[in-house]
DNA sequence: GCAATGCGTTAACGCTCATTAACTCTGATC
DNA sequence: GATCAGAGTTAATGAGCGTTAACGCATTGC
């Protein structure tokens, strides 16, 4: 069906190709630092030949980032369903999934993290306003799976502690030598504790 | 002396005026969405009238993040001093200083904290060698502070731990809406409850 | 009084860069 | 085997923007 090989993995479309080179390009050195021929050549096709596939430089970034806050908000969302259901539902368990797969999204999608927060006023007013709100109701999930285990946390108090905790846990992707760190299940392991550790000072 | 009134504060130098607008407009726009234009208006002049103060805007944020790199580490090495002499000298009580000065810096400097780590590459090679060497030994000021208070935490974990204690102190300027946060004092104390936890999750 | 200097102004220049135009080539499809 | 669509190419266009030129005008020091 494909074109070669009934590979495990279906090989990367144009599109995809174009996506990934562009986010590592704009995590590296900025939307506006980074020119359409450099996309272009990173995926070996010349600056112009983009526009077979996007409307426009803008509108990668757009998919990038509406595309980062939709994952991240449906890894939550299956999280909280799932806790409630067939795992063992404890407030502890569901906080512990919701770190573990930010972790997971923070370590494996490094530019897409780093884009997320530092290139959004790049976008047009409809598509930043969909990524803010997309956003907004990642953190409201986290908000609730908080404060379900500690309910005597203020509301506020809670919504601080979890842009804290995401600013902690996106903190390896700014890192100027990622080869520095541990190995991977090392620094899940302890970005993991390091937030249960936020989460309850913040209680105390 | 000065223009009028002996005010307690000096006015502002020009130079100055325009160092605090354009750290804004970066913040807010990014270093390449704010035209110089824009800067100029910002302080009452128009865009070339600039270059009677800087070489160029590259210079301006040069300025900028050098300045900021600076009085961090300064701010840092005083707390050390300070700390083994006058004070306590406790280990804990360094640690302590410590984050209570980045949270002062963080709630008072916003703009400056955002370009910190989101401009740097804007830089020309020299002076972005010359951030990144500030940078690091401000981390470590605080890595050996860490590991007095606890000696059983690895080197390397204590780095990881340092840098996403950083990402959460830092996490307040990057709120879309900062008039959200509860009073000043109430955030600080937050903030550094939060940093405290971090560090003692990572140390068990 | 009168150069000199500091601090502005507006107008022009020139470069970068996203986007569009005008073609070409390959490979299905009927 | 002709046609058509998809996916590239290079060359041109045009806007935006940092920077420089050329000039005005106070204020200061001699």
Redesign the interface.
């Known amino acids: 069906m494909s074109t070669h090989a009934a590979a495990r993995v279906a090989a990367p479309t144009r599109r995809e190709q174009i996506l990934r080179e562009a986010a590592r390009l704009f995590a590296?050195?900025?939307?506006?630092?980074v020119g359409v021929d450099e996309i272009g050549a990173a995926v070996g096709i010349s600056g112009p030949g983009l526009y077979r596939h996007f409307p426009g430089k803008d509108a990668m970034l757009a998919e990038l980032l509406v595309g980062i806050s939709e994952r991240l908000l449906a890894g939550g969302k299956l999280r909280v369903t799932e806790g409630g259901a067939s795992r063992g539902g404890s407030p502890d368990a569901l906080l512990d999934a919701l770190i573990a797969g930010h972790i997971d999204f923070a370590l494996d999608d490094r530019p897409l993290i780093t884009l997320h927060?530092?290139?959004l006023?790049?976008l047009r007013d409809t598509d930043r306003k969909r990524v803010?709100q997309l956003q907004r109701q990642y953190v409201e999930v986290w908000v609730e799976a908080v404060r379900a285990l500690y309910p005597s946390l203020p509301e506020?108090?809670a919504?601080?502690?979890v842009?804290?905790?995401?600013?902690?846990?996106?903190?390896?992707p700014?890192?100027?030598r990622p080869e520095?760190?541990?190995d991977r299940t090392a620094?899940a392991a302890?970005?993991h504790?390091?937030?249960?550790?936020?989460?309850?000072?913040?209680a105390?």
Do not use: K
């Open positions: 590296e050195r900025g939307f506006h630092g927060d530092r290139e006023d790049r803010r506020s108090e919504r601080v502690t842009h804290a905790v995401f600013g902690l846990l996106n903190s390896t700014h890192l100027t520095a760190l541990p620094t302890l970005l504790r390091l937030a249960r550790g936020a989460f309850a000072a913040a105390s």
